[in-house]
């Protein structure tokens, strides 16, 4: 029997799944398998508004056809150089193209397709033959700086030798950057350790045994038989036997070597991306679509002693994709290990894991504060960091709705920066795409011993930049009643406690912290500041190094005229001679 989208007339609610409105005696259907879903388009007859908008939202944008998008990068000759490597961006007969140059030769690719939009562009492309696959490109267009930089360099890796074009886009930024089927992206969780590597995995789900949700099968046989449906649309290999522990593998597998565009569900992140397969809605719409599973094949619960929510529900949808720790950095925030107790994410699209991770999952989600259907305005987000934004905190924190309550809770001037809750308690140091820090969405405090004896800045010093280690401890200790072991500060900051917290942190801090001092440096544009700043332009993560080179432009007004893509020896040497 074939299982795959048919409809299920089994009773297959459980106490975590979200209840659904729909008239007495419907079925319920499932949410997970590829015949539940029906593309996007489906949305759009009686969700016009909230289609429209979605039509130009980041989300919708995430991945495009590089022949009908609109492109900002330049294809205009410009040569991005890597070791002894070279990409040079050009255009022909209304395409564009990459010519890569190594010492094994010169390649060229027809851009195919165009990923991001918001802050960068990356593009994949195809062998100017057409024959192959779809490859990653290794040039980034930065729009904060109107420049290309290395792909690679895009997260806190250190320096490269060359350029590779060998990532197979098809094997790397398909799940997360389109729509597939749910049950597509939990292999890994229903089989464990050692399944297949395949693409469709959720990001290194490292977090707390009491933050994890479990999945599990409920029907071995009717699950194993869906995945083989799977497995013969993608035109894989079936499993020697048809048991649900010899399928998964085959189907991870089957993934890994045959998914492509046309096996898609949509072409970016479509409306089923979060709301899960809508056909049974697109059929009788009292039958109301659900963030969480709902199959007779598959449950997936909360952590032990936990009931789900509808905020959990919609922050795991949202943690599918933005959970990464996927760089091999091995710090994380909380002085972490990403292999060991790790903390938060140090950079942007760790910010569903993060949340998850911090106090207030159960009952707010992310849509509180972000619109998933469109691009968040600067002005909303700005807004939500001033004391009219703690209008979203005093829901559930009514003890500080009275003005009284607040300056005695934040030891801050009325009206200040200081007395916006997320201006504390969500602070901004993470890194962003841009070379801007953006915020830490692990919901806390700045007096937690963890930020504050494992993580350097203080995170009072982002704000209060001209102050002292040892004069931000005791304000933390004072006010809030706190005590914090010396030691453990002498090691991040040295003997001297009274040495300024964001200098400290540039000279002694690790990649991630430094580049937080930097961009603070740069924000508040002190030409004092430059000295101590460029030495950091030959950093060894050349990530860091773009946030030093965005720094100083804010502090000079001009750009810099430094390849900061070049090894780091040879920006020091260029360095000595200016």
């Not at 009686?46 to 990068?73: G, V």
């Not at 565009?261 to 809508?278: R, S, W």
Request: net charge positive; with cysteine; aromatic share 6%.
């Amino acid at each position: 029997m074939r299982w795959l989208g048919l409809v299920f007339v089994i009773a297959c609610g459980s106490p975590t799944t979200p209840s659904r409105v729909a008239p007495a005696g419907t079925v319920v259907t499932s949410n997970v398998l590829r015949g539940d879903y029906v593309g996007s388009s489906a949305c759009s007859d009686c969700h016009s508004d909230l289609y429209e908008r979605w039509q130009s939202s980041p989300m919708r944008n995430m991945t495009r056809d590089a022949q009908t998008a609109t492109i900002r990068a330049p294809f205009d000759g410009t040569s991005l150089t890597v070791g002894g490597d070279t990409a040079t961006m050009e255009m022909q007969g209304g395409s564009r193209y990459v010519r890569v140059t190594t010492a094994k030769g010169t390649s060229r690719f027809r851009i195919t397709k165009v990923i991001g939009g918001r802050y960068r562009e990356d593009f994949v492309g195809v062998d100017e033959t057409g024959i192959g696959v779809e490859r990653v490109m290794p040039a980034t267009y930065v729009f904060a700086t109107k420049s290309w930089r290395y792909k690679g360099y895009s997260v806190m890796v250190k320096e490269r030798p060359g350029m590779s074009t060998r990532a197979v886009w098809a094997n790397e930024c398909i799940p997360c950057h389109n729509t597939l089927p749910l049950a597509t992206m939990l292999y890994d969780e229903l089989y464990g350790k050692g399944l297949p590597s395949y693409q469709g995995k959720l990001s290194d789900r490292v977090l707390p045994a009491s933050r994890m949700w479990s999945v599990r099968s409920r029907n071995d046989a009717a699950l194993a038989s869906a995945l083989a449906e799977e497995i013969r649309f993608l035109g894989g290999e079936q499993p020697e036997n048809s048991s649900l522990r010899a399928t998964l593998p085959a189907a991870a597998t089957a993934s890994e070597t045959f998914l492509d565009t046309k096996h898609l569900v949509e072409l970016g992140v479509g409306c089923e991306a979060c709301h899960n397969g809508a056909r049974t809605h697109a059929g009788n719409p009292t039958v109301m679509p659900s963030f969480g599973v709902e199959s007779p094949l598959l449950q997936v619960s909360p952590p032990p002693g936990q009931s789900a929510t509808r905020a959990q529900w919609i922050n795991r949808t949202c943690a599918k994709c933005h959970t990464v720790l996927f760089t091999r950095y091995p710090w994380t925030w909380e002085g972490g290990e990403r292999t060991k107790n790790p903390g938060g994410s140090t950079t942007n699209s760790g910010e569903g894991r993060d949340f998850l991770l911090g106090g207030c999952a159960t009952q707010m989600s992310c849509t509180t504060c972000h619109d998933p259907h469109a691009e968040d305005t600067r002005a909303a987000m700005d807004a939500l960091a001033t004391p009219a934004g703690n209008r979203v905190c005093i829901t559930c924190h009514a003890k500080y709705a009275s003005e009284p309550a607040l300056l005695r809770h934040s030891h801050h001037a009325k009206g200040s920066a200081g007395t916006s809750c997320i201006g504390c308690h969500m602070p901004r140091k993470n890194m962003g795409l841009d070379y801007e820090l953006v915020r830490y969405h692990r919901i806390g405090s700045p007096t937690d011993k963890r930020r504050v004896t494992g993580d350097r800045p203080l995170e009072c010093a982002l704000c209060h930049a001209d102050k002292s280690v040892a004069s931000l401890l005791a304000n933390l200790e004072q006010w809030w009643g706190k005590r914090y072991d010396a030691a453990a500060l002498r090691v991040l900051y040295g003997d001297n406690l009274d040495v300024n917290a964001i200098d400290a942190t540039l000279a002694r801090g690790k990649p991630h912290e430094q580049a937080v001092a930097i961009a603070v440096r740069g924000d508040a544009r002190d030409p004092k500041a430059v000295p101590k700043l460029v030495p950091h332009l030959a950093h060894a993560y050349p990530l860091v190094r773009f946030y030093v080179g965005r720094a100083l432009e804010k502090i000079t007004g001009r750009p810099i005229e430094l390849d900061l893509n070049a090894p780091a020896e040879t920006i020091r040497r260029q360095l000595e001679q200016l």
